[in-house]
Structure formats: structure tokens, C-alpha cells
């Protein structure tokens, strides 16, 4: 491999000669070669957006040469189409507030930039990382930022994902709206229920999952940039801010606004405590969901399948014939992750001190990641588990005529220490509810009928003896 000498305020460093980073980025390759992984590829696309932005406001300022505006204005493209991912190599656990990252982007930039206006890579005589780049920024402000744009970038098609899931499952509800079964609390039988108003709770659950996550993300469009290193705005323009949040707008189509209290936006990581354990909250409704459908669908002879999961692949390496839940197993291992994220961003979130919280690049990856996996996730369970989940119509009706549950319906009637008299002898004898309340001539054959009506005992509603 062959290199170029680069120089930092601490001195040469050698640094790849076909790569676009500079020493900066290089010093924090040889540093932090920690977990082999990169923060998400939204970061990088965020903090260009960022550099695009504050270079065309710089230049309308008059602040930066309008040529060398418009060349950090083209890498910025670049970069956001993709063409230079490659060169985006800090570990995400790296120094602290992702100065590291900051330089990265700054010296990519610069170097495309310098490239395209006649010169060489490397030497920054005509673009420079630090002066022009970062003009009227700071680590402090601009990846925190970055954050917020990245969570907005990834919010629609997660929140979208999550309600597709919801949607699906209310179709379900409605295809299984008049099938009756035994409904299970303590997992011992309980009142009767249709599978239609199980799956519809489910799919209710998750649309107010929806609409909680887009209030948490919609508070990602509060920015702090501008508030330089401390929230104080040192060294930028007067109408830097406002500014730069304007042309924000307009490049991403986000509803951005600037914070009132920019010291607040860069010492607090609240937002993303909250948009965390947003997601944390659906990983749980999620779990719950899944480990519903595997007991639901579990045998198929000796459990309870009452429904039956799509066949996605062979279940075992030496049981033939046998097929497993894949999906929910999946989707519960991603919600395990999220569950831990939320951990993780919740302790750096309070390890920040004074002006500035400098955890923010594992802040960054843990919200990333959680979005990011529940959106495939949800997807999948979607798509691959509950759009094809069907019912067993017979094993269902069998649940709910032999479940002992059903006798609640008669308390009206008979009182409930008489209804636990018949409950106890039928569990002696073995005989239905239904035989010994005929046999004991308890109720008529048809107020025994009306009594256990489905579509009656799962609405609300009071039995009457006539």
C-alpha cells in the first residue's frame, strides 16, 4: 500500500494515498480499533447534509468563497449518493462527542473538494477540514445534529413498518371475527373470547405504538446547531443559525426549528432517551405479541394450535417433519437488542457532564440500530408470519365447549357458589358443564343455548333466567 504524509498539529501521519481522509481520521483508525463496525451509514449522510448546508449559508453570508462552497457543496453529494462509504472507518467507540467522526466527514470533504478545484489531496491549500468545512461549527453541535436528521431519515419508514404490522393484524381479526374460543388468564381457561377480538387487541396495541413513536421522533426536528462548542455561538454569524436550519428544511423535507435554549439541545440527551424508549415500548408490545402467536400456535398435537404459522423451513436437524416458529423467534432476539440499547443510550445520556455530553457517537449507534432493526423486523413479521397465520376453526369451538371458563357466563343464574358446585363435579366426573346442567335440569335445553350463545357471552351483556 502506498501513502502520502499528512500533517496535524501533532505532527506527520501516514495516511493511505488512493483514500479521501486525512491525518485526523488516521490518528483515530490507529487509536480506537475496537469493534471493527462504523457508526450507520445515516450519520454520514446527516452530518454532509449538515456541511452542504453551512457551506451554501457561509457563502450567502459572504463568508466563504462562493467556488469553494459550491466544491464542499459537490462532495457533500457525493457523499450523501454513496460513491465514497468506504471512506467512513472510525469505530464507533471512539473519542468522546465523535470528534473523530466530525474530522472524518470534514476531511473527506475537503479532500474531494480540493481535488475539484485543481488540487491535491492532502495538502488543503485551497479547501481546509477545519477552516472552511467546519466553518461556524464544532463536534459539539453538529453531531448531535446529525442524530436528530439521521432519527428523522429512518422515523417514516419505521413508524410505516410498525403500522403495516398493526394493519395486518386487524385484518386477521376480521377474518377470524366469529370464531369463538376459551379465553386464558393465569394460562388456566378464563371467559370465552373470538380469536377476531384477540388479534384485534393486538393490532390496537401496536397502532398506539405507532402514534406514540412519531410524537417521541417528531421532537428529533428541535435542533441545537449553531450553538458551536458550548451552546454560546462562538464564532459563527448572527444569521447562521436561523440560516442554516432554513436550507436544512429545505434539503431534507424534515420539519426542523431551531431550540430556544441551545446550552439545553447540547447538554441534554433527553430526546433520545425518550425516542429509545419509545422503541424499547414496542420491542416489550412486541415480545408479548410473539410469544402469544408461538403458545397459540404450539403442537400441532400436543399444544394449542389454534393457529397455524406459516411453514418457512425444516424446524430440526434430526426431528423430520418437524417446523418451528422462525419469525416471532427472530423478531423476540431483535427485541432483546432494542431492550438492551435502550440501557445503553439510557447510562449515556447521564454520563454527560456540564456543557456537553460526550457519549454521543454510542448514543447515535444504539438509536440507530433499534430503528433500524425494529423497521426489518416488523416487517417481516408482517409479511413472512402474520398475513398468512390461519385458524383451526374446530380446535378452536372444542376449547371453548369443553373449557370450564364458560360456567362465568352463568353466575347471573345460578350464583357463583352454585356455578362452582357445577364447575367441581364437572371436573370430578369428567362430564360438560353442559350435561350436568341439563341433567340437574338446571336450565331448559334452550335457555342452556341462549345462555352460550358466542356471539352473546363475548359482548358485553347480563344473562336473565326467563
Keep these: 500500500m502506498s501513502y502520502r504524509i499528512e500533517k496535524d498539529s501533532l505532527g506527520e501521519v501516514r495516511v493511505p494515498a488512493d483514500k479521501y481522509w486525512g491525518a485526523q481520521t488516521q490518528r483515530a483508525v490507529e487509536n480506537f480499533p475496537v469493534s471493527g463496525r462504523t457508526l450507520p451509514p445515516e450519520m454520514t449522510w446527516a452530518a454532509s447534509t449538515i456541511k452542504k448546508a453551512a457551506a451554501l449559508v457561509h457563502a450567502d453570508l459572504g463568508l466563504l468563497e462562493p467556488k469553494v462552497a459550491g466544491a464542499i457543496a459537490a462532495a457533500a453529494d457525493r457523499v450523501i449518493a454513496g460513491e465514497l462509504d468506504d471512506n467512513f472507518v472510525v469505530d464507533i467507540y471512539q473519542a468522546g462527542a465523535g470528534t473523530s467522526f466530525n474530522m472524518n466527514v470534514n476531511e473527506v470533504l475537503a479532500n474531494l473538494a480540493e481535488e475539484a478545484l485543481g488540487g491535491e489531496r492532502g495538502r488543503y491549500k485551497l479547501v481546509s477540514p477545519n477552516d472552511q468545512v467546519n466553518m461556524g461549527q464544532s463536534t459539539n453541535d453538529v453531531v448531535p445534529t446529525a442524530i436528530r436528521l439521521a432519527c428523522l431519515k429512518l422515523s417514516g419508514t419505521l413508524i410505516g413498518e410498525v403500522s403495516q404490522l398493526a394493519k395486518a393484524f386487524e385484518e386477521r381479526a376480521a377474518a377470524f371475527r366469529d370464531l369463538v374460543t376459551t379465553g386464558r388468564t393465569h394460562l388456566q381457561d378464563a371467559v370465552p373470547i373470538t380469536l377476531g377480538q384477540e388479534f384485534g387487541g393486538y393490532g390496537h396495541t401496536l397502532k398506539k405504538c405507532a402514534k406514540r413513536l412519531g410524537t417521541a421522533f417528531n421532537r428529533a426536528g428541535v435542533l441545537g446547531l449553531g450553538g458551536s462548542a458550548a451552546g454560546t455561538g462562538l464564532n459563527t454569524h448572527p444569521e447562521y443559525q436561523s440560516r442554516v436550519i432554513g436550507v436544512l428544511r429545505q434539503l431534507t423535507g424534515f420539519e426542523l426549528s431551531a431550540d430556544t435554549d441551545l446550552f439545553a439541545a447540547m447538554s441534554s440527551m433527553d430526546v433520545f432517551v425518550d425516542i429509545a424508549a419509545r422503541m424499547k415500548a414496542v420491542a416489550l408490545e412486541l415480545l408479548k405479541i410473539t410469544n402469544d402467536l408461538r403458545l397459540l400456535a404450539s403442537g400441532p398435537t400436543s399444544g394449542l394450535a389454534e393457529i397455524r404459522l406459516p411453514s418457512l423451513q425444516p424446524g430440526s436437524s434430526i426431528m423430520p417433519g418437524k417446523v418451528n416458529p422462525v419469525i416471532p423467534e427472530m423478531t423476540a432476539m431483535v427485541c432483546f437488542q432494542v431492550i438492551g440499547n435502550e440501557a445503553c443510550v439510557a447510562f449515556a445520556a447521564q454520563a454527560g457532564q456540564l456543557q456537553l455530553n460526550v457519549m454521543l457517537p454510542v448514543i447515535a449507534q444504539n438509536v440507530l440500530e433499534s430503528a433500524r432493526l425494529l423497521t426489518r423486523a416488523a416487517n417481516l413479521l408482517n ?38 358446585e357445577v364447575v367441581k363435579e364437572s371436573m370430578r366426573s369428567g362430564k360438560s358443564l353442559k350435561a350436568i346442567i341439563l341433567d340437574r335440569k338446571i336450565l331448559t335445553p334452550e335457555e342452556l343455548e341462549r345462555a352460550l350463545d358466542p356471539q352473546r357471552i363475548t359482548r358485553p351483556g347480563i344473562l336473565e333466567k326467563d
Excluded: H, M, W
Design 383 to 420: 409479511t413472512k408470519c402474520v398475513a398468512g397465520i390461519e385458524a383451526d376453526p374446530q380446535r378452536c369451538r372444542e376449547y371453548f365447549e369443553k373449557s370450564l371458563g364458560t360456567a362465568t357466563v352463568l353466575n347471573p343464574v345460578l350464583g357463583y357458589l352454585n356455578t362452582a
